[in-house]
């Protein structure tokens, strides 16, 4: 089971920012999309923004216009960067790699999750 390494969340006040940082196994034979998910209490966890391979990335609505997504292929990393940070945007974020485990095997493989608070 390939699990993804996490880190960057935090407490900040609305209006700061945050990057938060993914990083997969080296021993992954292709990453299609990698990305990143949120989930607060009581709601379905949702996507945030996801990068393919050829660096086309797609984001939520509403966190387009403050968040940005980056990815190394060769590294098997991505990064969010997030600024003015809203209330609404507090979350356990969730990093995602799908793709292919082995030439044969696929791949979708999850974070542990990184608690991002946004006070007001």
């Known amino acids: 089971q390939v699990q993804l390494m996490e880190s960057g969340g935090g407490l900040v006040q609305a209006g700061g920012s945050l990057r938060l940082s993914c990083k997969a196994p080296?021993?992954?034979?292709?990453?299609?999309?990698m990305g990143w998910y949120r989930q607060s209490p009581g709601k379905e966890r949702e996507l945030v923004a996801t990068?393919?391979?050829?660096?086309?990335?797609t984001y939520a609505d509403s966190v387009k216009g403050r968040f940005t997504i980056s990815r190394d292929n060769l590294m098997n990393t991505a990064s969010l960067q997030m600024n003015n940070l809203k209330p609404d945007d507090t979350a356990v974020y969730y990093c995602?790699?799908?793709?292919?485990?082995?030439?044969?095997?696929?791949?979708?493989?999850w974070g542990q999750g990184t608690r991002v608070t946004v006070s007001s």
């Open positions: 995602r790699a799908v793709g292919m485990l082995t030439t044969s095997g696929s791949l979708d493989a």
């Open positions: 080296g021993r992954i034979f292709s990453i299609t999309d």
């Open positions: 990068m393919s391979r050829d660096s086309t990335s």
